[in-house]
C-alpha cells in the first residue's frame, strides 16, 4: 500500500514536445505529492508539488494533474527542451511524514 | 548548490574495510536523512535524524551504522559490505522531521563494493 508506481521507465522526446510522466499510488492517506529532479551527478531536487484537494498545479511549463478518484498524478512539461533532460521522480507521502518515491523516469529531449 | 555537501563524492572499498560517509548542511535544518539510490530502483529510506535523535530505521542492516553528532552533521559509518550494498548514497535535510515538505539533497556518494 506504500508503493508508487512510476511510468515510464524512460521517455525520449523532440525540443517542443509534451513529456508526461504518470503515476499511480494505492493509500489514500497520502496527502501530499511532490516531483523531484535529478540531474546527473547531482541528487535530487524539489521541482513542483500538489495537495490532494486541488486538480491541477502549474509552474512555468511544468504542471502536475491530480486525479484523486483514480488515485493517479502526473507531470507534463511543456515545450520540452534539452535542459530539462533528466531523472524525474515522483513522491507521496503518508501521514507519518514518511515519503515514497517511485522508480523514476529518465527523460532525454532531443534538439 | 542545495546546501547539502557530501564526501567522498566516489568510494571504492573492498568487503572487508571499515570507510565512514559525511554530510553536512549549512540550511539551519533539524532533520537528517540518509537514502540509498540503486539503479532501477526507488529512492530507499534508511535512517532518519530530527533533533539529533534517530526516530527512522528502516530495517536497515547492521554493517550501516549512522551517527548525528549535532544538527548540521551526519554520517554513515559501513563496515563489511557486500557488493550489492554498492550504490549512490543521498543525504537529506529538511527543517525538522514534521516539515518535510521540501527535501534537500547532497550529490550523494557513488559506493562501489568490490
Known amino acids: 500500500q506504500q508503493q508508487v508506481k512510476q511510468s515510464p521507465q524512460s521517455l525520449i522526446v523532440q525540443k517542443g514536445g509534451i513529456s508526461i510522466i504518470n503515476c499511480a499510488y494505492e493509500?489514500?492517506?497520502?496527502?501530499?505529492f511532490p516531483w523531484y529532479q535529478q540531474f546527473p551527478g547531482k541528487g535530487p531536487a524539489l521541482l513542483i508539488a500538489?495537495?490532494?484537494?486541488?486538480s491541477e498545479k502549474k509552474e512555468g511549463r511544468f504542471t502536475i494533474s491530480f486525479n484523486k478518484s483514480a488515485k493517479q498524478f502526473s507531470l507534463h512539461i511543456m515545450d520540452s527542451q534539452p535542459g530539462d533532460s533528466a531523472t524525474y521522480f515522483c513522491a507521496a507521502r503518508n501521514a507519518g511524514n514518511m515519503l515514497t518515491f517511485g522508480g523514476g523516469t529518465r527523460l532525454m529531449v532531443k534538439p | 548548490e542545495t546546501g547539502v555537501t557530501q564526501t567522498p563524492r566516489h568510494l571504492v572499498m573492498g568487503m572487508t574495510n571499515k570507510k565512514s560517509l559525511k554530510c553536512e548542511q549549512h540550511l539551519g535544518h533539524n532533520a537528517m536523512y540518509w537514502y540509498k539510490q540503486s539503479a532501477k530502483k526507488p529512492l530507499e529510506l534508511m535512517f532518519v535524524y530530527n533533533f539529533k535523535e534517530q526516530t527512522e530505521n528502516n530495517s536497515v542492516p547492521s554493517r550501516f551504522s549512522p551517527e548525528c553528532p549535532n544538527s548540521s552533521h551526519l554520517f554513515l559509518h559501513l563496515h563489511t559490505l557486500q557488493p550489492e550494498d554498492s550504490a549512490l548514497y543521498l543525504c537529506a535535510s529538511s527543517q525538522d522531521r514534521g516539515d518535510n515538505e521540501k527535501l534537500f539533497f547532497g550529490s550523494g556518494t557513488q559506493l562501489s563494493v568490490l
Open positions: 500538489i495537495r490532494p484537494d486541488v
Open positions: 493509500n489514500t492517506a497520502f496527502d501530499y
